[in-house]
């Protein structure tokens, strides 16, 4: 079954200002990472952040995880039109080689 | 340096008609998997496997069959087709870190399928 799930299931933002998305998931994990899927492409890692670490960031993104209340967050600060994608988060439970993705968010990033 | 690659691109079935998809990986990834994806629906795991010669099923098995002769290649088959198959068809290989831990997964490009 899938665990992971990201809220909103969309989004419409101006490009410049932020976006930020959801991802709520139910049994432990070791790492929960976030992926990028362009339209008709195949799905393209972007960040992975531990069970214990809170935030981290890359660029552009930041991701915070509260593993108290099951979730995490992206943020993608000031957008681009480029940026438009749908973005999955997926888990991965303790010891398993396996991740478990979420249905996504599919953000679009107006000019 | 390719990362995943999946033939065909594109292809169209008849109903009853089989097929094989190819993923190659040249990471000298352990695992491998085949997934899904249908609008909505997210991304299933069909099958993978954890090293060369090795298969099991995912969430979506029911009409696939799968092999991995080679540590670089893993197969996914369709006997006969059905247009519940039609769908999007990703393969993504791994391997696991120290301790055990899943870094992530690389993904192909994908493969559009269309039963007719």
């Known amino acids: 079954s899938q665990q992971g799930e990201e809220d909103p299931q969309a989004l419409s933002i101006q490009e410049g200002e932020n976006a930020t998305m959801n991802c709520s998931y139910k049994?432990?994990?070791?790492?929960l990472q976030w992926y990028r899927q362009n339209s008709g492409r195949g799905l393209v890692h972007l960040i992975l952040?531990?069970?214990?670490?809170r935030e981290k960031h890359s660029g552009r993104l930041r991701v915070t995880l509260d593993t108290s209340k099951k979730s995490s967050s992206l943020l993608i600060t000031a957008s681009r039109a480029a940026d438009t994608a749908s973005y999955f988060c997926?888990?991965?439970?303790?010891?398993?080689?396996?991740?478990?993705f979420g249905k996504g968010t599919k953000l679009s990033v107006i000019p | 340096n390719a990362g995943v690659t999946q033939t065909p691109k594109f292809r169209v079935l008849k109903t009853g008609q089989s097929m094989t998809l190819l993923c190659a990986q040249d990471?000298?990834?352990?695992?491998m998997y085949w997934y899904r994806q249908d609008p909505g629906m997210g991304l299933r795991l069909i099958h993978y496997?954890?090293?060369?010669?090795?298969?099991a099923k995912g969430e979506v098995p029911d009409g696939y069959n799968v092999s991995r002769l080679k540590k670089q290649n893993f197969l996914l088959g369709l006997e006969s087709a059905a247009p519940s198959q039609t769908s999007v068809y990703f393969c993504?290989?791994?391997?696991?870190?120290?301790?055990?831990?899943?870094?992530?997964?690389?993904f192909g490009s994908g493969t559009r399928l269309t039963v007719v």
């Open positions: 952040i531990r069970s214990n670490e």
């Open positions: 997926a888990r991965a439970g303790a010891g398993s080689y396996q991740l478990t």
């Open positions: 049994t432990s994990i070791n790492n």
């Open positions: 993504a290989s791994s391997y696991l870190g120290t301790a055990g831990i899943n870094y992530g997964y690389t």
């Open positions: 496997s954890v090293g060369e010669g090795t298969t």
């Open positions: 990471m000298n990834h352990e695992y």
